[in-house]
């Protein structure tokens, strides 16, 4: 089982719909969760962090459950412009005491006009 | 402008032949990352840095090599030891080894 498990899409969403994802986690000690966004070919950069209570950012909200080990990514009122990979990031400790990120395989969303 | 810059975009070599990728922050960041990225898969680390002078064996260290001999820059070396080098390879820092970590804008490597 891969440690950060995404649906790899793609999801091809109409302007203005209300699309969500799930990230699913393998690790029950992982310490932080974050959902990353990465345009082609470009650099991931972070999109926010998921904290325990949930929390949102503008037409964006992340929720986390510990007890199933899963986060989601809601994201409202889409514009074309949310057209992108979005890439579910998990931060844990690693067997040499450090901290790491997993990144999950990402999915791909467009949205369409 | 502060940030990370990753040189060249684009670099294609031959089979057999080691390439250097540059990487370097003046964003006064402690640790430093190098990340591959395969279609179908996340970002795999390969080496990371915490402080100069330091480096750490990430996930897929075999056939890479790397140096921290300056804060601002993190080169890796692909050598012809690893066997499929052909990616997207992305380099990162961040403030602290456990800070967010920023991300340069990536060296495409074709082997040929």
């Known amino acids: 089982r891969k440690e950060v498990e995404q649906d790899p899409g793609p999801f091809n969403v109409p302007e203005g719909a209300t699309v969500a994802f799930n990230c699913t986690y393998s690790?029950?000690?992982?310490?932080?969760f974050f959902w990353y966004r990465q345009d082609c070919r470009k650099e991931p950069k972070l999109l926010m962090s998921v904290y325990s209570s949930g929390n949102e950012d503008g037409r964006f909200t992340a929720q986390l459950n510990r007890a199933s080990q899963y986060i989601s990514l809601l994201i409202r009122d889409s514009k074309l412009s949310d057209s992108a990979t979005y890439l579910c990031?998990?931060?844990?400790?690693?067997?040499?005491?450090?901290?790491?990120?997993?990144f999950g395989t990402g999915t791909r969303l467009t949205i369409i006009p | 402008d502060g940030g990370i810059t990753q040189s060249p975009k684009y670099l294609f070599r031959k089979e057999g032949q080691n390439v250097t990728l540059s990487c370097e922050q003046n964003?006064?960041?402690?640790?430093m990352y190098w990340y591959r990225q395969d279609p179908g898969q996340g970002l795999r680390l390969i080496y990371y840095s915490q402080i100069v002078n330091d480096f750490q064996k990430g996930d897929i260290a075999e056939g890479y090599s790397v140096s921290r001999e300056k804060k601002e820059s993190f080169p890796l070396t692909v050598t012809s030891a690893q066997k499929n080098p052909t990616a997207f390879y992305l380099c990162?820092?961040?403030?602290?080894?456990?800070?967010?970590?920023?991300f340069g804008p990536g060296t495409r490597l074709t082997v040929l």
């Open positions: 690790n029950s000690a992982s310490q932080s």
């Open positions: 990162a820092s961040s403030i602290t080894a456990s800070g967010e970590q920023f």
């Open positions: 964003l006064n960041h402690d640790a």
């Open positions: 990031v998990v931060k844990s400790i690693s067997n040499f005491g450090n901290e790491k990120l997993t």
